[in-house]
């Protein structure tokens, strides 16, 4: 039985190559989304900073002199953003093509992990929270990429994650379309309302990219308003300073 089974899912494999063949988003060749080649040519983040000052910082956490009353405490990153990572997630925001992201979540190292989890650890409790779309930015794309991409990594690294907690009440002009980081801030101000209460809880907010932070220090501070303990970010990619 199980030989047929396993035919049968080779057979439904080989007839999706052929009606939808995958193809490398770096070098373009057949048969994956992303090849060894270009796999081994992103860049994994060396080196942490303050999501403050972004100035150097031990774990990723935010200097004691740089915090304020609702700051964000910390921030981690997978990969810099540009090049191949950049293509990556602009293809994955735009058209859903969930096995790209398994893909893409699979070359993220065992120790890139690790850190990850060391780093929750450091938040006992703590929940992962995809930054949410409008609702009607969903119903246009299909989907929510970081819900996506986030639940896989939740599952891998053994943490609760909320899709619903923080809702984006406030239909907002994508943020890319900003042209200064004080216009992104402005943009999504008040955009964004919570759906339980999170006094003394932990989180992670979590997002493709990590570019000026406006988003998820908006989520941070709507949070900490409301009594939430630690706040920290994480992203697949940041650009690297
Ligand atoms: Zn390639
Ligand atoms: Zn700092």
Not at 27 to 50: A, F, H, M, N
Request: net charge positive.
């Amino acid at each position: 039985m199980a030989t047929n089974k396993s035919k049968k899912v080779n057979f439904t494999e080989f007839l999706k190559n052929v009606f939808f063949p995958k193809f490398c988003f770096g070098c373009g060749r057949v048969g994956t989304y992303l090849c060894p080649e270009c796999t081994s040519k992103l860049q994994i983040i060396d080196r942490d900073i303050c999501a403050i000052c972004e100035k150097a910082s031990y774990f990723g956490l935010t200097h004691n002199n740089c915090k304020k009353r609702y700051s964000i405490d910390g921030l981690k990153s997978f990969f810099v953003y540009e090049g191949l990572a950049k293509k990556i997630i602009t293809k994955i925001k735009y058209q859903l093509v969930s096995e790209s992201i398994d893909d893409l979540v699979a070359t993220i190292n065992i120790e890139s992990f690790k850190k990850i989890t060391d780093f929750c650890n450091l938040f006992p409790g703590v929940i992962l929270i995809p930054v949410p779309l409008h609702e009607k930015r969903k119903a246009m794309r299909g989907f929510n990429q970081s819900e996506y991409i986030f639940s896989i990594i939740a599952q891998k690294l053994g943490i609760e994650i909320k899709n619903n907690l923080v809702m984006r009440t406030k239909h907002t002009d994508p943020q890319a379309h900003m042209k200064s980081p004080r216009a992104r801030m402005e943009n999504v101000k008040g955009a964004f309302e919570i759906s339980e209460n999170v006094k003394d809880r932990s989180f992670i907010i979590c997002d493709d990219v990590w570019t000026t932070g406006s988003t998820i220090k908006e989520i941070t501070l709507l949070l900490k308003q409301n009594g939430a303990k630690k706040v920290c970010a994480l992203t697949i990619a940041r650009v690297y300073v």
